[in-house]
Structures are given as structure tokens and as C-alpha cells.
């Protein structure tokens, strides 16, 4: 199976920053689409930021200009770098990849289980 193993979630006060982690037990990110995904209590998931295998950007409107995703390929692990944190960015944040194709072998979603990220004084 592949995994997703996600770390670096904390405390952090707000204004103060963290930097998530998540790597793949295979090498895929280079073959997907890469994100991540926050979910707080009582909210449904919501994507925060993605890139493409091609390197394309997006990101949530309440967290550009704050947050930024990152991929390396040769170590098979992407990063999401928060600055500015918020309390309204407290989560469980989520590690995704993904790739459609026609031929299931070579399609996949996968999702880590999840770091706490607390924003709070």
C-alpha cells in the first residue's frame, strides 16, 4: 500500500508560523496532484492549496498570500510553509494525491491521516 505520512502539526500562537510535511512511501507525487486539505470541527473538508504535476499552483483564497506549497520530487514529499497563522486556520489538515487516468493501475487518491494544527494565544 502507499502511505502518506504527514508531520510538523502544533500549538502556535496567532501571527506565528508552522511548516507541514507529507511523504510517500512510493514515489507518486511526481506522477500527481498534490494538496492540502483542512477540516475543523463541525466544517466539512476544504482545499487550502494544491500543485500539479506540471508545478501549477492554487490556493484558497483565505490563505494566499500567507500560505505556500511546495514539492520535491527527488525526496517524494510536499509542504505547505504557514506564515501569519490565524485561529481561524485551526484544523486537521490533510495530505492529498491524486491522478486521474483511464486505466485504474495507474490512477490513485490518496489521503495521510491527518496533523492537528492549533492556532491559539
Known amino acids: 500500500q502507499v502511505q502518506l505520512v504527514e508531520s510538523g502539526g502544533d500549538l502556535v500562537q496567532p501571527g506565528g508560523s508552522l511548516r507541514l510535511s507529507c511523504a510517500a512511501s512510493r514515489s507518486i507525487f511526481i506522477l500527481s496532484t498534490t494538496g492540502w486539505y483542512r477540516q475543523a470541527p463541525g466544517k466539512q473538508r476544504e482545499l487550502v492549496a494544491e500543485?500539479?504535476?506540471?508545478?501549477?499552483?492554487n490556493y484558497a483564497d483565505s490563505v494566499k498570500g500567507r500560505f505556500t506549497i511546495s514539492r520535491d520530487n527527488a525526496q517524494n514529499t510536499v509542504a505547505l510553509q504557514m506564515n501569519s497563522l490565524k485561529p481561524e486556520d485551526t484544523a486537521v489538515y490533510y495530505c492529498?494525491?491524486?491522478?486521474?487516468?483511464?486505466?485504474?493501475?495507474?490512477?490513485?487518491?490518496?489521503w495521510g491521516q491527518g496533523t492537528q494544527v492549533t492556532v491559539s494565544a
Open positions: 492529498n494525491a491524486r491522478r486521474q487516468s483511464g486505466l485504474a493501475s495507474t490512477a490513485w487518491d490518496y
Open positions: 500543485i500539479s504535476s506540471g508545478g501549477n499552483r
